[in-house]
């Protein structure tokens, strides 16, 4: 009878024969779990719209149904449709190159905004799809406004565009999957129809003048930010110029409040959209 040493243990052909069994199926699972996520990362690449990389229409379309259906009167669900206004202006004024470039920005800033409160799509051509989930009409809206004040706050492949959204809830709007896509598709027909650059909910009364709708601009509030990220939003400012609001994630407005006795230079910022206002002191400052 043959025998082999291991780790100071004799051992038989038959115990020898078993640890081979287990080594070899270790093996042929290590290499299952190594398939199993090249698959899984394939699915999620090939879920990406190769443009933009937002999730595709397939994705979309799957995701609507499973949103819906775990929708209640306490978790609600919310779906915006958004276009980026007169695109085709942009494709046939600079070409198609330059309107991808466009697409590609503003897909980009979308997702930024909505990051950690929802899912991005693109739905086709220049139109998106957002679903929010667990967000009222009210909060969707807000999000709609964000996204709208960053499309149109500064230029996108050297080009000024601006964007139109429409909002549905459910269940507050819809009972069934295809409703919720019609109705929030009926309220960004309305927000091109009145004068684009609009965020519209459905169902709500058209405005007393076919004008833009511009949400009121509040008055500045302090902003709350630790001296560590004022002096990342200033050292943005010195060197690109600009820096963007960390409520919006648009460009803040800054004016130098650079006293006699400073050393560097010392701002104060305020955001347009949703007013947040700091002081960004330099280190010598005071």
Excluded at 115 to 124: H, I, L, P, S, V
Aim: hydrophobic share 35%; net charge negative; aromatic share 6%.
């Amino acid at each position: 009878m043959a025998f082999v040493s291991f780790h100071n243990h004799t051992l038989n052909s038959t115990n020898s024969r078993v640890l081979w069994i287990i080594a070899t199926r270790a093996t042929d699972a290590e290499c299952w779990a190594a398939e199993n996520t090249t698959r899984k990362h394939k699915i999620m690449t090939d879920q990406r719209d190769h443009l933009t990389q937002l999730l595709t229409r397939e994705a979309f379309d799957a995701a609507l149904l499973t949103h819906f259906s775990k929708a209640t009167t306490e978790q609600p669900a919310s779906l915006l449709m958004a276009d980026i206004d007169h695109f085709k202006k942009v494709n046939d004024n600079y070409g198609h190159q330059i309107g991808d470039i466009v697409l590609k920005e503003i897909s980009h800033r979308l997702d930024r905004i909505i990051q950690g409160k929802g899912f991005a799509y693109r739905y086709g051509g220049e139109e998106f799809a957002v679903i929010l989930p667990n967000h009222t009409a009210e909060e969707a809206l807000a999000v709609g406004e964000r996204a709208r004040r960053a499309v149109e706050a500064e230029k996108a492949g050297d080009v000024s565009v601006t964007s139109s959204y429409g909002v549905a809830v459910v269940p507050l709007h819809a009972s069934s999957v295809e409703d919720w896509l019609n109705k929030a598709d009926q309220a960004l027909y309305e927000a091109k129809h009145l004068g684009r650059n609009l965020v519209r909910l459905s169902g709500e009364p058209p405005p007393e003048t076919h004008s833009v709708r511009k949400p009121t601009r509040r008055a500045p509030e302090p902003g709350i930010l630790s001296d560590e990220a004022k002096e990342e939003l200033r050292l943005q400012i010195l060197k690109r110029g600009r820096a963007l609001c960390p409520v919006d994630q648009v460009p803040l407005e800054h004016h130098d409040s650079t006293g006699v006795n400073d050393i560097g230079k010392s701002f104060i910022v305020i955001c347009p959209g949703c007013g947040f206002k700091t002081e960004l002191p330099s280190l010598g400052h005071g």
